[in-house]
């Protein structure tokens, strides 16, 4: 027999992440409406930076992705100095899990929160605990309500992915002056760039107003480079300093920092981006809603769509299938009587909305 090496304790616990399908048997014409992706493909102009950068690939990256950062600072008027990037904003949720909890510690997050927070709590050793939602909204005092001596951090996605929810500025003063100063508070904001209220922070002054609050963004969303896999974040010097240590000194790849600072540079491609998110996550809402289906008020690049139950849910999925059409099931967020619909190209849309018709007719 042989012996086999076991993960340090916690991993096992871990279960992996699964993304969304973008291949359905039998079909070769597959609308993938399953991951949060940019209906439009990348920016012409991050297409031509990586094709320009192609070249140079025998060469290694600059490990402080200095221009990129420089260039994330011009835009959102930041400290540069405070800026640390990654391999997609999910390396820096996992490197701050890493950093800031272990073995005995807690990490609260809530109810239906992103699942990356659950999974690099449990590969850095520490126990996830979630707080319960009100509405499919983050709920403040559910997650003051949680707090222990083990609490280190809480994550929040603002907005939420799945729910599409988020809180308001003056929610995020109380849950920042109601945790204890040396809890580490996580803002998410990689929807950041879609949504248009006006109580709104994506979180930079929480993150300039202390030490202990910190805000993490994505390329993969509204600037559509999912597939290059670059985020961001920012944070009080201390912090930046931590993760400069814990991070692979090569963990963006140049390509991606040339991509992203071209996208970065293509606000036409951002405004239509928008504009076009807008527009359809509300024709999608209304579409839904003339249809009898709930959904939350989203302000993200998806629509989180209630059914009556699971069932009907499922049923509603497998349906979409066989018209080549992929969603998210929402069972792995506890939400089974859900599906999660991100925004596709116009043409996508109505084709989802009405498969959507015809199924709920057939089932009149
Ligand atoms: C998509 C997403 C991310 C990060 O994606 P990366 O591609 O790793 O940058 C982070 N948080 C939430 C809530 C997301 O939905």
């Known amino acids: 027999m042989t012996n086999t090496v076991p993960a340090r304790s916690g991993i096992m616990n871990i279960s992996p992440y699964v993304g969304g399908e973008s291949k359905l048997q039998g079909q070769d014409r597959i609308t993938k409406l399953a991951s949060n992706e940019g209906p439009f493909g990348p920016s012409p102009k991050a297409i031509q930076a990586m094709v320009d950068a ?12 200095s221009q990129l950062r ?17 391999a997609g904003s999910d390396e ?4 701050l899990c890493s950093a800031y909890a272990g073995p005995g510690d807690e990490v609260l997050y809530s109810e239906h929160g992103f699942l990356m927070y659950p999974i690099s709590a449990h590969a850095a050793g520490a126990t996830p605990v979630k707080a319960i939602e009100t509405d499919l909204t983050t709920d403040v005092d559910a997650l003051l309500d949680a707090v222990t001596d083990k609490t280190r951090m809480v994550f929040i996605a603002n907005p939420n992915n799945p729910t599409g929810t988020y809180l308001a500025r003056a929610e995020l003063v109380r849950l920042r002056a109601g945790l204890p100063e040396d ?8 929807y950041a760039e879609f949504v248009n209220r006006n109580d709104y922070s994506a979180g930079v002054e929480f993150v300039d107003a202390g030490q202990n609050t ?9 600037f559509a480079l999912g597939g290059l896999r670059v985020g961001w974040g920012y944070f009080p010097s201390e912090i930046a300093d931590v993760l400069n240590r ?9 390509v991606g920092q040339a991509a992203a600072i071209a996208s970065l540079n293509d606000l036409d491609f951002q405004e239509k981006s928008r504009a076009h998110n807008l527009e359809w996550v509300e024709k999608t809402e209304a579409g839904l809603h003339a249809l009898g289906i709930a959904t939350t008020a989203s302000t993200a690049n998806f629509v989180l769509a209630r059914f009556d139950d699971a069932k009907t849910a499922d049923a509603c999925d497998s349906y ?15 939400l089974p009587d859900c599906l999660r619909i991100t925004i596709g190209t116009a043409d996508e849309m109505e084709a989802f909305l009405s498969a959507m018709k015809t199924f709920l007719g057939n089932r009149a």
């Open 54 to 65: 192609a070249g140079t690939m025998h060469r290694y990256p600059d490990g402080g992705a």
């Open 70 to 86: 420089e260039a994330i600072a011009k835009r959102f008027g930041l400290d540069a100095s405070r800026i640390v990037c990654g």
């Open 92 to 95: 820096i949720i996992s490197l």
């Open 183 to 190: 809890v580490l508070l996580v803002i998410d904001a990689a």
């Open 214 to 222: 910190v805000m993490t963004r994505t390329f993969s969303k509204l």
């Open 246 to 254: 814990v991070r692979g000194p090569f963990n963006v790849s140049s």
């Open 320 to 334: 979409l299938r066989c018209q080549g059409i992929i969603v998210r099931q929402m069972r792995g967020y506890g």
